[in-house]
């Protein structure tokens, strides 16, 4: 063990003396830190020395290991200083640092001069020294805790490799001398491997000393509220655990043949004791009260409570997850037992839409249900009922009826309103705290500044689902509408050969036209069916080989419209993969817009079809009224803006460069006013696309 002991902390000397010259050779000098960290060589040092000299005992080196301490106490006592005071002598002035150095001088003495330790060991029977070390390792942890809370988030990262190697030194010390107390012995299998622990915190050491330079320029004196919690809570498990130290010590030694049962025993029931009080929600209740009143001049940190709900609410995903965290964030902020949650309908009602833990009556919740006059007054007054107030000055609540909830047993204590843009969105029920409180005006302030919030979340969930609603709406509508515009187009052409019918009816060409133009019709009415039955037909699964010559011919003899389309191509094929129906619904519209657009009688329209190496060319020219280079740009291709009144849908345009686009085409409109307008469509051809499709196979 001597072995061990030796070359555990030998290495934490080596690395103490590293860590020493590394700080005296920067060019920026911290003499505390330099300080502590001598101390800590020395005290390491010490330690060697007593493994090796039989006359220098392990229990000879403890006023080193105090006087390393009061060194790192100082090092955090300055940084602590200059964060929360802006002046690293501030701290030192306060009566916990006065008492603080009266106790490590006093320790120090009595381990210095072994006369006095031997005095207080005949008195007491047992040896002081644990004891002190215990409240040394606790006393370090609340300045290691204090000055990281202290410290803005800025900067934390100046000091994270500091707290986080002092914190973990002083916990081990923390366990090695509470377990020696306890058994009333050094416990050397725990304190013979803290060389090798200091020893793999210098390295933290190091990184802490390049960045140890501050800039707070506060002066607020006060002390934040978790600083003064959890140091308070940290100092009084320390006193805990020596307490029971203690009390256990005594107890083996009262009774050595049931000594270490008695013991045992003891400190499971010591452990119980310290965890029940922190389950209790009573209990935590109590506490916060009490704090509130005697060590806070404000009881709320308002920008942390903001800041914690916002966090929150990002979290949620849907109505049902707010409605109980409504309930939670209220009941937490008072500490009440339970709450119900009243949202208000589409019809201005309100109903229970959620609860926690409500305890109230059937009779107590048909009253809310059918009170008329409580939203009205949660609406005109805009405050918080508060129930134990109504049973001391009842005069406040003159201007409503709550006698249905005045009685002994009631569990009803707050009604809290939630308020959106001076607007009633919902109200909260709460039930009795778990600890009897009388609320102040921070805590009334508070619920309201959280109401608010909490509505505005209400709100925005109740206008997310209106714009879902209204988002399927507009889908259905655009469907509609390319249904419509569908729909029209056919009607036009069954229009054309009834109003031709009276002229040509003797026509047998006529006939055999008219046959192939109502079959044209059946064939998108299916098309048009089976949308409504399946929905917007995929254009991957739609796409066919299509030989643009005979798709243009054949609405070139089909499409009766005034004046009558002339073609032009020289090709005898011309593929490209695509959705036929789609496509001649597409250049029949276009075609169709053209004609309209003509005002002459010497008006034409014009169908050209060509081809160059990559791109079948669909062109659509007449000579019309044309179009102006604005209106092109911002009206052309929007959609359901129309210039022919009811008579047009206002899609036509917009579905072409829609389709082209998605087939990986392109649409150009080339127009002036009085001149006429050219469209013209590139789709990429069959012989392309196939190609394309065998170079990534091969790839």
Not at 46 to 62: E, G, M, P
Not at 458 to 479: G, I, K, P, V
């Amino acid at each position: 063990m001597q072995s061990y002991i030796y070359y555990s902390y030998l290495s934490a000397a080596i690395a103490y003396g590293f860590l020493l010259l590394y700080a005296c050779f920067r060019k920026n000098w911290h003499l505390p830190f330099i300080v502590a960290v001598l101390c800590s060589l020395i005290w390491s040092t010490s330690v060697i020395i007593a493994t090796k000299n039989s006359h220098f005992f392990f229990a000879d080196t403890l006023p080193y290991e105090t006087l390393r301490n009061a060194s790192w106490y100082c090092q955090l006592g300055i940084l602590l200083s200059k964060q929360r005071y802006n002046d690293h002598k501030q701290i030192f002035r306060s009566n916990v640092s006065v008492v603080a150095t009266l106790f490590l001088l006093l320790v120090f003495g009595i381990e210095l001069f072994p006369s006095y330790l031997t005095l207080i060991r005949e008195s007491l029977n047992v040896d002081p020294r644990f004891a002190s070390h215990v409240v040394f390792a606790v006393f370090g942890l609340i300045l290691v805790e204090q000055l990281y809370r202290s410290t803005p988030l800025k900067q934390r990262w100046n000091l994270k490799f500091l707290c986080i190697s002092l914190g973990s030194l002083f916990a081990v010390d923390l366990l090695v001398y509470s377990k020696s107390l306890l058994f009333s012995s050094l416990d050397f299998a725990l304190w013979q491997s803290r060389g090798v622990i200091n020893a793999l915190m210098t390295p933290f050491l190091a990184v802490t000393l390049s960045r140890l330079k501050l800039n707070s320029h506060s002066t607020e004196l006060t002390t934040p509220r978790k600083t003064i919690f959890y140091t308070t809570i940290l100092f009084g498990c320390g006193i805990y655990l020596i307490l029971m130290s203690f009390a256990g010590f005594y107890i083996k030694r009262a009774n050595t043949e049931w000594g270490e049962a008695a013991q045992t025993l003891f400190i499971f029931l010591a452990i119980l004791l310290l965890v029940i009080p922190f389950t209790s929600g009573k209990i935590r209740a109590l506490s916060k009260v009490y704090f509130s009143k005697h060590f806070f001049q404000y009881s709320y940190d308002y920008r942390e409570e903001w800041l914690k709900i916002s966090k929150s609410l990002a979290k949620l995903e849907s109505l049902e997850e707010l409605k109980g965290f409504i309930i939670t964030t209220l009941t937490d902020l008072v500490e009440s037992a339970g709450g119900g949650l009243w949202l208000k309908n589409d019809q201005g009602q309100f109903f229970l839409a959620a609860e926690q833990n409500l305890k109230l009556t059937p009779q107590e919740i048909e009253y809310l249900h059918n009170i008329g006059d409580l939203p009205q007054y949660l609406a005109n007054k805009q405050w918080v009922i508060d129930f134990f107030e109504l049973a001391h000055a009842p005069e406040v609540y003159d201007d409503i009826d709550l006698s249905p909830w005045c009685y002994e047993d009631s569990q009803v204590w707050l009604i809290v309103p939630l308020f959106h843009l001076n607007k009633l969105e919902a109200f909260v029920v709460l039930t009795q705290a778990r600890a009897p409180r009388k609320l102040d005006w921070e805590d009334h302030d508070l619920l309201k500044t959280v109401g608010m919030q909490l509505a505005n979340a209400l709100a925005l969930n109740r206008t997310s689902e209106e714009l879902a609603n209204n988002r399927q709406f507009e889908t259905y509508h655009r469907l509609s509408a390319y249904l419509v515009h569908d729909l029209k187009n056919l009607v036009a052409q069954i229009s054309l050969i009834i109003k031709n019918a009276e002229k040509h009816k003797h026509n047998p060409d006529f006939f055999d036209d008219t046959i192939d133009t109502l079959n044209n019709v059946v064939k998108k009415m299916h098309h048009i069916v089976e949308q409504l039955k399946q929905g917007e037909t995929n254009a991957a699964t739609a796409n066919t080989f299509v030989n643009l010559v005979e798709l243009v011919k054949n609405i070139v003899q089909q499409h009766l419209g005034t004046p009558p389309l002339q073609l032009n191509t020289t090709l005898s094929d011309c593929f490209v993969t695509a959705d036929k129906i789609k496509l001649t619904n597409i250049l029949t519209n276009l075609v169709q817009n053209a004609q309209d657009a003509i005002a002459t009688n010497e008006g034409w329209v014009k169908l050209e079809l060509t081809k160059d190496q990559d791109y079948a060319v669909i062109k659509i020219i007449d000579n019309g009224i044309g179009m102006d280079q604005q209106f092109i740009a911002e009206r052309l291709f929007k959609p359901f803006d129309t210039t022919k009144g009811n008579a047009g849908m206002g899609i036509g345009a917009y579905e072409a460069r829609d389709y082209i686009l998605k087939q990986s085409g392109n649409i150009r409109v080339d127009s002036h006013p009085g001149q006429g307008t050219a469209f013209t469509i590139q789709l990429p051809l069959a012989q392309r696309i196939s190609a394309k499709q065998g170079n990534n196979d091969q790839l």
